[in-house]
């Protein structure tokens, strides 16, 4: 670290790790708290100001750690080898090693990691050497050589096997299933080039993505060079190749440029939703991005109904207190309300011009951090040099800045995004509403986001349906026996709620075999209102398959 002031004290976070010795330093442990622990470290001697000062510490971490998860062989597809993934965003680096974990600090990093053959270590870093040793170890050297923020820090190690896509990219995963992985997300290199045309050159050399056992708590982590990723993405139908898209645009939004603290995640994920939007449009068509906005509307309708519209997590910008964690308050109103602003903002400027803003506004801080109070008179800046005084006021006048990120309502612009097949999906829902069977119901299978829509909108109505009707919608539309995760959910929070019993063993199931919070949550939260004793007792069998974060969160709800 780089000393910009005489010290004699270091303050860093940590969390649950041994503390065995620090070269050159006293140290103490501060008491655990939500948020770990502090290591308060004492020089032996004091250190002047513009001094880079190298700190050696010996420690080890915990089995418990809120950010490892240790998986035995069982918990892996071939049941082979065990496996270790990391997951460090937002305050969970500190469960790893001693850090300043805060976005505000980016930093590039090396490691070396000593494991037993065959297994890969893979890090958010490039591979820069490879050695096996005579005794059966293998040892491999790291390199990240951009500045990042700890949390994206990552580790994984398994029994896996790499398939190349295009020049550039490629994807990792088990033996038996790296095959179907990239078959799924072939045009992964494709992807790549249409986030490098919206925007600019992609600023790493090589983009992977590994599949990981089905206990990852998130659909992806855009850890650089090596996104983490869900199993429950690869349906075999492509349709949830938005996840890729939305990691990718990271490597610019997030990873190149950073919120600078929790309070401005929208600036990670907000950016970043749209970006995944403009891609998928780009690829695939308007469709697509219609789509985005539709379901980003439904999921934000979804949490503020839950929540009220009140609370921190309802506004875009949240109050975090001091040693809250982060994890308390953000959520989904941060990707999708950011990525509504956003759209609006196209839609004032124009799509050309507002991509030019966005190019100048990545590139003017070279991988540095960003504010909510940077961003805003930023833009309006921009609008005042690229348009002429009356157009820029007429646009300065239609952005509500306090409605956008101050409320916990909808947007307060919401665009018509209505398209031909979606109104078709709703006749259907209509129809199975009123007990009708709908003559074609094939949308589905040419468009499987209509389906998921479809789930979405049953469970945000899950109250004008009895059991018997989701008997009959389930046997009209066969969604028990979908394998689609982002179809199921929406229908399991239904069938829970309205007392569909014939598929309650797939639901208690289904909880012990993903741990990916956006379906885990949602559908013990929905167990837990009708039947609290049946939650506590399907998590007590399931509770050591998932991340300590989702854990955490299973346990919040229960409580």
């Known amino acids: 670290m780089h000393t910009v002031t005489d010290i004699q004290t270091v303050i860093l976070d940590s969390w649950n790790l041994n503390i065995l010795k620090i070269e050159g330093a006293t140290f103490k442990v501060g008491e655990l708290t939500d948020i770990g622990n502090k290591l308060e470290i004492t020089l032996d001697s004091p250190v002047k100001a513009n001094t880079d000062l190298e700190l050696k510490i010996e420690y080890t971490t915990s089995p418990k750690s809120e950010a490892l998860s240790w998986l035995n062989k069982e918990q892996t597809i071939e049941k082979e080898h065990p496996y270790l993934f990391s997951q460090s965003e937002p305050i969970y680096a500190r469960c790893i090693f001693p850090c300043q974990d805060t976005p505000t600090i980016k930093v590039p990093y090396t490691a070396t990691v000593k494991v037993k053959a065959p297994m890969t270590v893979l890090m958010s870093a490039d591979t820069t050497n490879v050695e096996t040793t005579e005794d059966g170890y293998t040892i491999s050297s790291h390199s990240m050589l951009m500045p990042i923020p700890s949390y994206l820090v990552s580790i994984c190690v398994g029994n896996m096997a ?44 090589n983009y992977f993505v590994v599949i990981l056992p089905p206990s990852f708590p998130y659909g992806g982590m855009e850890n650089p060079i090596t996104t983490f990723a869900t199993p429950t993405i690869v349906v075999g139908d492509k349709s949830a190749a938005n996840v890729v898209c939305h990691e990718i645009a990271h490597s610019w939004t997030g990873n190149y440029l950073t919120n600078n603290s929790w309070e401005d995640f929208w600036l990670n994920e907000g950016f970043t939703r749209y970006i995944e939007a403009k891609m998928t449009q780009k690829l695939y068509g308007e469709t697509h991005f219609k789509h985005h906005l539709k379901e980003g509307l439904s999921n934000l309708k979804g949490v503020l109904s839950n929540k009220g519209g009140k609370g921190s997590g309802c506004v875009l910008i949240p109050e975090i207190k001091d040693h809250q964690n982060p994890d308390d308050v953000l959520g989904i109103v941060q990707y999708e309300k950011g990525f509504y602003f956003l759209y609006h903002f196209e839609v004032l400027l124009g799509e050309e011009k507002f991509l030019e803003f966005l190019r100048l506004y990545l590139k003017k801080r070279e991988g540095g951090n960003i504010t909510t109070k940077e961003f805003a008179p930023e833009i309006l800046d921009f609008i005042k040099s690229n348009f002429d005084e009356a157009k820029a006021e007429e646009i300065a006048s239609q ?69 018997e009707d989701l008997e009959r919608i389930d046997g009209v539309l066969k969604i028990s026996e979908n394998k689609n995760a982002e ?27 993903t741990g990916r919070m956006k379906f885990v949550l949602p559908t013990f939260t929905a167990l837990n209102e009708v039947n609290k004793e049946k939650a506590l007792e399907v998590f007590e069998e399931n509770k050591n398959f998932y991340h300590a974060i989702c854990k955490t969160q299973v346990q919040k709800i229960l409580a």
Do not use: N
């Open 399 to 467: 952005i509500d800045w306090k409605e956008w990120l101050y409320s916990g309502e909808l947007p307060p612009v919401i665009p018509d995004s209505d398209f031909k097949e979606w109104k078709d999906m709703e006749e259907i829902y209509q129809a199975l509403k009123e007990g009708k069977i709908p003559e074609k119901t094939d949308i589905f299978e040419k468009d499987p986001l209509l389906l998921i829509a479809f789930t979405q909108k049953l469970m945000l109505e899950e109250d004008d349906f009895s059991a």
């Open 162 to 205: 790499f398939r190349k896509i295009g020049e550039r990219c490629g994807i990792y995963a088990e033996e038996s299933f790296v095959d179907t992985c990239a078959a799924e997300f072939e045009d992964m290199e494709e992807m790549l080039k249409t986030g490098e045309k919206l925007l600019f050159e992609y600023p790493l050399k």
């Open 487 to 513: 179809v199921l959910v929406g229908f399991y929070h239904a069938a829970l709620k309205r007392g569909y019993s014939k598929i309650f063993d797939d639901i208690y199931k289904f909880l012990g075999h």
